[in-house]
């Protein structure tokens, strides 16, 4: 149960950090503006986090099953995206998703 959560934690981590990051982006007019932006740093370190909780769920899991799971971060970010940026979630979005769902639950067995 700890190494699900962790890698639901590891996924939404990473789908936080490029939501940061584009938030961020969506801000920057020049390199001053880029260093200046606290959004930029945030993503980057929710990124480091996310990378770090991989390479502790490597000590669990194999590596053919821990990197398609990360696909889950997919997932994450159309949520995101579609909330907080006003993004569309389409049909095929949604069989994207149900493929990857489907995926996971296969590698996880």
């Known amino acids: 149960m700890m190494i699900a959560l ?6 939404l981590i990473g789908a936080l ?3 940061c990051l584009k938030a961020g ?3 920057v007019d020049g390199l ?8 930029i740093y945030l993503g980057g370190g929710l990124y480091f986090t996310g990378a770090c ?3 502790w769920l490597l000590r ?24 907080f940026l006003g993004e569309r979630i389409t049909g095929r979005k949604l069989a994207g998703v149900a493929a990857i769902v489907v995926g996971v639950f296969i590698l996880s067995r």
């Open 6 to 11: 962790g890698v639901l934690a590891m996924t």
């Open 17 to 19: 950090g490029a939501f």
């Open 25 to 27: 982006m969506d801000r």
């Open 32 to 39: 001053a503006s880029l260093l200046r932006n606290p959004r």
């Open 53 to 55: 909780l991989n390479i």
């Open 60 to 83: 669990y899991l194999d590596y053919s099953v821990l990197f398609p799971m990360g696909a889950v971060t997919y997932i994450w970010s159309m949520a995101l995206s579609a909330a």
